[in-house]
Nanobody
């Protein structure tokens, strides 16, 4: 079955960097768009970034443009989120997502905490 496993979260100081990874299995990873979402306490889950199947096109939420970069390695069935210049408001659980034949699949999430 479809599985998405995120890793790379942690505690980081403001201005720091983290790289999240999401490993996919149980589906043909290379043909699907992949997305990162995040959910902060008391807030709705929001889209952070999306990357096309081949990696040639990306889109970002305005709040992360210029600071975050989404990328993928189809040979490793993995999508990444490089996060630089982190701010306390980036604190959230980060999830990767894929939609296959209209069904949405989520990973378990990885916690990112930005605090001094």
């Amino acid at each position: 079955q479809v599985q998405l496993v995120e890793s790379g979260g942690g505690l980081v100081q403001p201005g720091g960097s983290l790289r999240l990874s999401c490993a996919g299995s149980g589906f043909t990873f290379s043909i699907y768009f992949m997305s990162w979402y995040r959910q902060a306490p008391g807030k709705e889950r929001e889209l952070v970034a999306t990357i096309t199947s081949g990696g040639g096109n990306t889109n970002y939420a305005d709040s992360v443009k210029g600071r975050f970069t989404i990328s993928r390695d189809n040979a490793k069935n993995t999508v990444y989120l490089q996060m630089n210049s982190l701010k306390p408001e980036d604190t959230a659980v980060y999830y990767c997502k894929v939609t296959i034949y209209g069904q949405t699949h989520w990973g378990q999430g990885t916690q990112v905490t930005v605090s001094s």
